[in-house]
């Protein structure tokens, strides 16, 4: 690939000559941000990828997503610019070792958070995700036992919101649990002005400092509509590049790991570049496929997911 190469003038390029479109998560690079035409969290993807027309789509994001735009779009190419692109939360849920999970635990209604492979997803009753968990978990009847999958700390935030008793598939987020309680404090005393913003992924430690807790977009949101000036993130920090570009007034300090490393970003998302997009759609691979009888039962939960968001 030659370096003179303009590569958002090519991505351009081959978005109108594949009538593609670009979706992009809130935790990727800021110049993969800034080409996508969809930017959100897995909600806002899911939707998108559902109501798409265009014949390509390029999910810069990690695997899981990229299947769910595959669940939602038969006959559609779905491009991953890095196939290695996965998540430390999905992977702490083998769908082998879900499925042990579920038949102990008979007259269940499985409820899973999006973020997870499509054979769980197949193995569920009805997928969520942070923006809609606390309401799809009330759509179930009252004294229906619930099993909540894969991640604990966002199963235990909706338990604290919902009153509902459910059995937790003990997942996490290695992002999200590596946010240091002491850090934070440290935080908040050398900024006492700043408003401590968390993801229910983090850990209830972390999140009984916070001032506000919400999905990656209600963070988003919150800066916006909140009069403070500085807030400490307590989420990936691919999220403070939107925050930025929506205040540019306001200061936002992304929230430590408990160590010196960088766990603040995720580094299966950070796997994805502008080159590996502009390659994607150049060789119009890697491409993220399914057997069909897989995609069929991984639609029927996210169905159900996007019909309640919808109503």
Not at 77 to 92: K, N, Q, R, T
Not at 136 to 155: E, H, K, N, R, Y
Not at 209 to 230: C, E, F, H, V
Not at 281 to 295: G, I, Q, S
């Amino acid at each position: 690939m030659s370096p003179a190469l303009d590569l958002f003038a090519e991505i351009a390029r081959m978005k109108r000559q594949q009538n593609a479109v670009i979706l992009a998560h809130y935790y990727q690079e800021p110049d993969i941000q800034d080409i996508a035409d969809v930017i959100g969290d897995s909600l806002a993807l899911a939707q998108a990828a559902e109501k798409t027309t265009a014949d390509v789509i390029v999910f810069c994001g990690v695997h899981f997503m990229a299947e769910t735009a595959a669940i939602l779009n038969p006959g559609r190419l779905v491009l991953l610019p890095d196939l290695e692109a996965g998540c430390s939360l999905s992977d702490s849920c083998p769908a082998h070792e879900f499925e042990r999970f579920v038949q102990a635990h008979p007259g269940h209604t499985v409820i899973s958070y999006i973020n997870c492979s499509a054979a769980v997803k197949a193995l569920s009753d009805i997928i969520c995700t942070s923006s809609n968990a606390v309401r799809v978990v009330g759509s179930v009847p009252a004294g229906t036992p619930i099993i909540f999958a894969p991640d604990q700390q966002l199963g235990r935030y909706v338990i604290e919101q919902t009153g509902r008793d459910m059995v937790l598939w003990p997942g996490s987020c290695s992002v999200h649990v590596l946010f240091s309680e002491r850090h934070i404090v440290r935080l908040k005393v050398e900024h006492p002005d700043a408003l401590v913003i968390a993801h229910p992924e983090c850990e209830e430690r972390v999140l009984t400092l916070a001032d506000y807790i919400g999905s990656t977009t209600a963070l988003l949101n919150y800066t916006k509509s909140s009069p403070a000036g500085r807030f400490i993130v307590a989420t990936e920090s691919g999220i403070l590049h939107q925050m930025k570009k929506a205040s540019p007034g306001k200061t936002f300090i992304p929230a430590p790991p408990d160590n010196g490393c960088a766990c603040n970003e995720c580094p299966y998302m950070r796997l994805n570049t502008l080159e590996k997009v502009y390659l994607c759609m150049r060789d119009r691979a890697p491409a993220v496929t399914l057997p069909e009888p897989l995609r069929v039962r991984a639609k029927v939960p996210l169905d159900r997911m996007l019909a309640l968001s919808r109503g």
